[in-house]
């Protein structure tokens, strides 16, 4: 049975007790190694910049972030506090310095404008359609004007082949939306613009998409 917080948010994998193998099943089945150097690679890190990484779960992809540009701040951000203390531990053998923190995307506690990239993997599958709005509105409020939000996530199957493996969870009213291809029209009703789908990578759950966008400079 799914676990779900009063957010409506579904925890790694549907089952809280399987955290501790989020590691393994995301490099494995999800072929994060391919993609997230590559989302790193799009958001084009600057010294000056500060980078939020929502739903960083264990901080695979915020140490990439950091690592890119080491002078550049870098904040994590999720709503477990179990996969929390993993990406803490993780953080710690690196040395660098990650701040971490725990919260809802919902309700994020960070003043309007703070950031220059936000960027998420594998998070909005987690979500209801709902939710997704909800979170993205709150992502464009952080955002500095002129910042970008780069997501990576499953996406529209491409081909016959990618078809079947999103099969498994396409039955999931969260994931719905992604494999339908909605997701750049869920973008824009948030308030984003130049909204573009950079790459697409396979894994066995389906396709999975590289977008990035940006908020307008100026608000109409």
């Not at 049975?1 to 490099?27: H, Q, W």
């Not at 477990?80 to 993993?86: A, G």
């Not at 979500?127 to 002129?146: G, H, Q, S, Y």
């Not at 039955?171 to 029209?185: C, Q, R, T, Y």
Request: glycine fraction near 6%; include cysteine; proline fraction near 5%.
């Amino acid at each position: 049975m799914s676990e779900k917080n009063s957010d409506g948010y579904i925890p790694a994998f549907s089952c809280g007790f399987l955290t501790p193998l989020y590691d393994f099943v995301m490099r494995w089945i999800t072929r994060e190694s391919v993609f997230k150097p590559e989302l790193v690679r799009q958001m084009e890190i600057a010294e000056e910049h500060k980078v939020l990484d929502l739903g960083c779960g264990t901080a695979t992809f915020t140490i990439l972030i950091k690592k890119a540009c080491p002078e550049a701040e870098v904040v994590g951000f999720d709503v477990d506090s179990r996969i929390l203390s993993i990406a803490q531990s993780k953080i710690k053998k690196t040395g660098f310095d990650i701040a971490l923190n725990l919260g809802t995307a919902l309700c994020l506690p960070y003043t309007d404008n703070s950031f220059n990239r936000v960027a998420s993997s594998m998070v909005l599958h987690h979500l209801t359609r709902e939710n997704k709005i909800r979170a993205l509105k709150e992502v464009f409020r952080v955002l500095k004007p002129n910042g970008e939000l780069h997501i990576a996530d499953f996406g529209k199957p491409q081909n016959i082949p990618m078809y079947f493996p999103s099969l498994i969870i396409r039955h999931l009213e969260e994931a719905s939306d992604n494999i339908k291809g909605l997701l750049p029209e869920i973008f824009q009703l948030a308030g984003f613009q130049e909204i573009k789908e950079k790459g697409k990578y396979s894994s066995l759950f389906g396709n999975v998409s590289l977008y990035k966008m940006r908020k307008p400079e100026k608000m109409t």
